[in-house]
């Protein structure tokens, strides 16, 4: 709901009239959902292996990814706090909850 509430607001061009002109930005919301998505439906694929290892991997492939596309930017090298807090941020936002989604994956495979 909060997802599809946000594209509704960035649609609206900040007009606040829900006439819904095309939108870059909603187009961006959109691809977004897309992705992530056809990457919830691989991690289930692949939810009998260990979701420490998964989510490791996914975020240390998501981190070059980023990493590269910054360089190739050139954008300035943040200072070291800044990527500390961001590396814990993603641990425990991303990494961890990563981990239980695959994990609650895996429960309810076995269940079926």
Not at 3 to 21: A, E, Q, R, Y
Not at 74 to 90: E, F
């Amino acid at each position: 709901m909060a997802i599809v509430g946000g594209g509704i607001i960035l649609c609206t061009n900040n007009s606040w009239s829900f006439d819904f002109p095309f939108s870059l930005s909603g187009l961006y919301v959109a691809g977004a959902c897309l992705c992530w998505a056809i990457d919830n439906n691989i991690t289930r694929k692949i939810a009998n292996a260990n979701p420490a290892q998964i989510a490791s991997i996914k975020g240390i492939v998501a981190g070059l990814c980023n990493c590269s596309l910054a360089l190739l930017a050139c954008a300035p090298l943040p200072p070291l706090s800044t990527i500390l807090t961001a590396a814990l941020v993603g641990l425990l936002g991303y990494g961890l909850s990563l981990m239980c989604f695959i994990r609650s994956m895996h429960t309810n495979m076995q269940l079926l």
